[in-house]
């Protein structure tokens, strides 16, 4: 936009590109990206062990992207994050040996549900099968309100619910708002730190990059959610 605005409005176009590159500078690196991760990664985790006794009755777990094709595997698989979730649902699932709800819907009406595929991997990893699965749902609203028509049949309200450290506050939000009482179970904290020295925190990369993406557009979605959904 600052390109093309030079020949109308010379000072603002320079003013846009400056800002665009000094921007982008930034947020490729290490050090503010975690310092972004910060502002919105304030729900504390769970204890490595929890009580095997308490008032949840499921565990759900949220789905976040699939690799449409897997050539290595010949299927689609889950995006990393999502393989993060799935670990960490384990473990949990372990300590309490509560039953599992997996949410995540289709891209394409041909395509297999996101919760068809990451329940394929418990079995195939983890020799677990999620008793329930939603698989219709296309953003964490959907999750939310599918996810409860689902449980609530079984008069089932009380979860642990699994997503990163940094989607947990509109997840736990709009949870709650669909009727859940939530204990958040996040995990993968980008705020905890890193061994990285000081000096090359300041090296723009790509991850780096990416993070900022996520914790931006977070950021933005949790407005919107409040707006959109009257939190």
Known sequence: MGYFLLNSYKKFGKFLIIFSLISLYFLSTTIVSRELARLIETIKPLPPILQSKSDRQAIVVLGGGRYVTMPEYGKPLPHAIVLERLRYAMHIQRQT?????????????????????????????????????????????????????????????????????????????????????VIPAPTIYFSAGTNMPS??????????LNLSRNILHEIIGFWWYRFRYDQ
């Open 97 to 181: 040996n509560l039953p599992v709800l997996i949410s995540g819907g289709r891209v394409f009406p041909d395509s297999d549900s996101e919760a068809s595929i990451m329940n394929q991997v418990l079995i195939d990893d983890y020799q677990f099968k999620a008793r329930w699965l939603e698989g219709k749902s296309r953003n964490t609203a959907e999750n939310a309100r599918n996810s409860f028509a689902i449980l609530d049949k079984e008069n089932i309200t009380k979860i642990y619910l699994v997503t990163h450290a940094w989607h947990m506050n509109r997840a736990a939000d709009i949870f709650r708002s669909a009727g859940f009482d």
């Open 199 to 208: 000096s090359l925190q300041w090296l723009p990369k790509s991850n780096a």
